[in-house]
């Protein structure tokens, strides 16, 4: 449980939240005089029906004469408010137990439906799509967004303050989608117990999407400055009454694993692992959840990254008791604004572990050793959603000993308030250690702003402070705090400033941090502008980008990165990027660059100062083509040498059952003390028997550590909230780098759950 010992920091604390508290005292005004009037948003009246409806795709039951006809739909692109070349017609209805939304998508030529993924749960960025995006609290900042394409796939996202959609999160829901000779049309059951939402609120946020690939047409229900989330959305009225029955879920799971160590020390195990998952509402507000056992042996692998920097790298979460709710967790918008998002393709001038240094709360740390390696997660409780006006999130999690690290309690506290429809203010606490024995604790405070009515534009602004305490460090220089405001806009001007302070003893146990003793300043501007809808180019962007990093010590340089980009989209979905970069980089220290995975050779960059440029090239295909891919270029000066880097993919779909993706990176280094080439190569393959079952395998391989791993994977889903996986991990060496593998490690395991809904 949290240590009482961070309450005597608050007078401290408040002094140091100050700086950007006074910031947003200055700017928030003007931005509520400025802010103009609201988007003149469409309604909908949903009307509650009864009747049988089987979700097989086709609208042919009675009861859906009786829904809610929703016709009036727009393009977002290629021209917003202009009129579909394909109409659209949406029917919605409830019963007390979910939604019911019913779609017809008209297709004069039906040979132009792009449905070339069949695999539950893979990201339909090539298909042609229709998407259903809900905001129950109809805060306009949160929600869900449902997609399923012309195959019946589906996938679904969080939206998290708007920045972004957490594609991670897993939630129970059908559809089925059937195709005929005038299009496709499909049928979607969202449970009520699968969303969370405000009781007796009879009005939400909702919209409508569809992604017609052939053309690259998007078109919605509504939107504004081309951008479609729940700041956009229309309100639906007349949800009275629902039920979410018990509102619990238990998801008993069983894991029979085989583990094997080759060479040196070699051993063979088995395991027999059962697990416990519960989900229980509390509220239709508020979620509680209970593991036991937890076991992530089914968790998809990450994909390796190059590492030519002296700071540490950034992972993304994939496990999926942590991803529930996880914008909850959300701490001061650090890790958000990337300019890339909003203006295109390319590479950011800050990289993203400097974006996300700072952290409070990264649940990667938990059940990873300071080496990578797992530790046993015994137990977990985590209490998520929302109380009144209040987003609360709270997890504490047991984690078994491990080598020298003993059992750790890890705890973690999250408070925000919504102060209307514009305003959140925060506070955080973290206390625990998941890699070693030292005691630490965090508390942190933030505050955030988004207008989205801007003199027709949206703006956010936000300021977090926050500060630890950890044995054996001293009890100042201990704190990290910063601001940012940023413009979001997806056409026009857009630009961004950001300031991070992270001081020399600023240590989140629980949290991320690339670098401290620095501030950091981001900032960029640029311009994109949409041209005639019968233009090749759809859109033209060009960006101004500067990232400047110094030390506290002495106000010195530590890094700067200025670049400017050029992008292009085409309206067949393909882009096209130029870059120009300039480096600037002071070493205090030499820093080793390579070094052999048998340590006979080793590069180090002497300290100093570096200055030099580069140049960038870049093109990707539309993934709505059979064959379709990217390639890379980036080379010219580097530290006190030259450095060049191809990196790309190819994949190939010759149909709707079977993709190949190759990717590739190669960086040749030329130094003053020797030269390198590091390369990575990855294969991705699956082959999908149904929607219901597919089979993928994943090889990657790095010339360093001369390793190469196969994770295969067979995954069975008869339904939503039953699967079933059988996972093979195996590790080979090329250790006498003789181009002869020989096997490290292997693992077989065989998982199964079963979701019982009360």
């Not at 233009?535 to 700067?560: K, M, V, W």
């Amino acid at each position: 449980m949290p240590d009482l010992k961070y309450f005597p920091y608050c007078s401290q604390l408040r002094q140091y939240f100050l700086i950007p508290v006074a910031f947003l005292s200055i700017v928030l005004p003007f931005f509520l005089q400025a802010q103009t009037t609201d988007l003149d948003r469409k309604s909908m009246d949903i009307p509650i029906l009864t009747g049988d409806v089987t979700i097989n795709g086709s609208l042919d039951e009675s009861v859906w004469a009786q829904a809610v006809v929703i016709e009036d739909l727009h393009q977002v692109l290629p021209e917003e408010y202009a009129t579909p070349t394909q109409p659209t017609q949406v029917r919605v209805f409830y019963t007390e137990n979910a939604l019911y939304v019913g779609a017809t998508m008209t297709e004069s030529d039906p040979d132009q439906i792009t449905d070339r993924v069949l695999r539950q749960g893979q990201a339909l960025s090539g298909d042609d799509v229709f998407a259903v995006i809900l905001d129950p609290y109809l805060d306009r900042r949160n929600g869900y967004r449902f997609e399923v394409n012309p195959n019946g796939v589906r996938w679904e996202g969080l939206f998290q303050n708007i920045t972004g959609v957490e594609g991670n999160w897993q939630g129970i829901w059908e559809a089925r989608s059937e195709r005929g000779e005038n299009g496709w049309t499909t049928e979607i059951r969202i449970p009520f117990q699968s969303l969370s939402f405000t009781p007796g609120s009879s009005t939400w946020g909702i919209n409508f999407n569809r992604i017609r690939r052939s053309d690259n047409e998007n078109i919605a229900w509504m939107s504004r400055n081309r951008e479609i989330n729940p700041s956009t959305a229309g309100t639906a009225t007349g949800l009275d009454g629902l039920h979410q029955g018990l509102g619990l879920d238990v998801v008993p799971s069983m894991t029979l694993r085989r583990n094997r160590k080759f060479g040196v020390g070699s051993f063979e195990e088995n395991h027999y692992e059962p697990q416990l998952d519960v989900f229980y509402k509390v509220t239709p507000q508020l979620n509680a959840s209970l593991t036991l056992n937890t076991d992530f042996s089914a968790t998809e692998v990450d994909d390796r990254q190059v590492n030519l920097t002296r700071f540490n790298m950034f992972f993304p979460e994939k496990r999926d008791f942590f991803l529930r709710d996880v914008d909850i967790f959300e701490f001061g918008q650090i890790g958000t604004g990337n300019f890339n998002s909003t203006s295109g393709t390319g590479s950011s001038a800050i990289s993203t572990p400097a974006r996300q240094s700072a952290r409070p709360f990264f649940s990667r740390k938990i059940g990873l050793g300071p080496n990578g390696e797992l530790i046993d997660i015994v137990g977990g409780v985590k209490l998520s959603g929302r109380v009144g006006d209040w987003n609360v999130g709270t997890l504490l999690i047991n984690q078994d000993e491990s080598g020298l690290i003993d059992s750790q309690n890890i705890f973690v506290g999250r408070t925000v308030l919504n102060v209307g429809s514009r305003t959140q203010v925060g506070a955080i606490v973290t206390d625990g250690n998941p890699q070693g024995n030292i005691d630490n604790t965090l508390v942190g405070t933030d505050i955030r702003y988004r207008n989205t009515s801007f003199y027709g534009n949206t703006v956010e602004a936000s300021a977090f402070y926050q500060q630890t305490d950890t044995d054996g460090l001293a009890s100042q220089d201990n704190a990290s705090y910063g601001l940012n405001v940023f413009l979001p806009n997806a056409q026009g001007w857009q630009g961004l400033y950001q300031y991070k302070r992270v001081e020399e003893n600023f240590f989140p146990a629980v949290g991320f941090v690339n670098n401290t003793d620095v501030q950091d300043h981001h900032g960029n501007f640029g311009y994109r502008h949409f041209l005639a809808p019968d233009s090749f180019f759809r859109s033209i962007a060009l960006l101004a980008e500067g990232y400047r990093s110094e030390n506290l010590d002495d106000g010195s340089l530590n890094i700067e990165n200025i670049n400017l980009r050029l992008t292009s989209f085409s309206n067949t979905n393909d882009s096209y990027w130029t870059r120009y970069n300039y480096f600037k980089e002071v070493l205090r220290q030499p820093f080793t660059i390579f070094r052999a995975s048998d340590n006979s050779r080793t590069i180090t960059i002497p300290a100093g100062e570096y200055a030099w440029a580069d140049g960038f090239l870049g093109i990707t295909l539309g993934g709505q083509r059979r064959l379709s891919g990217g390639l890379q270029l980036q080379g010219g000066e580097f530290y006190d040498g030259t450095h060049f880097q191809k990196n790309g993919s190819v994949t190939w779909r010759p149909n709707r059952n079977f993709s190949a993706t190759f990717s590739f990176t190669e960086n040749r280094i030329k130094l003053p003390d020797g030269h390198f080439t590091l390369r990575l190569y990855g294969l991705n393959s699956q082959y999908v028997f149904s929607s219901t079952l597919s089979w993928t395998n994943l090889i990657q391989y790095d010339n360093i550590s001369e390793n190469m791993g196969l994770n295969s994977r067979l995954h069975w889903i008869p339904k939503a909230g039953q699967q079933a996986f059988l996972v093979l991990n195996w590790g080979l060496t090329d250790a006498d780098k003789d181009n002869h593998f020989v096997s490290t490690v292997a693992d077989l395991s065989l998982k199964v759950n079963y979701t019982f809904r009360f």
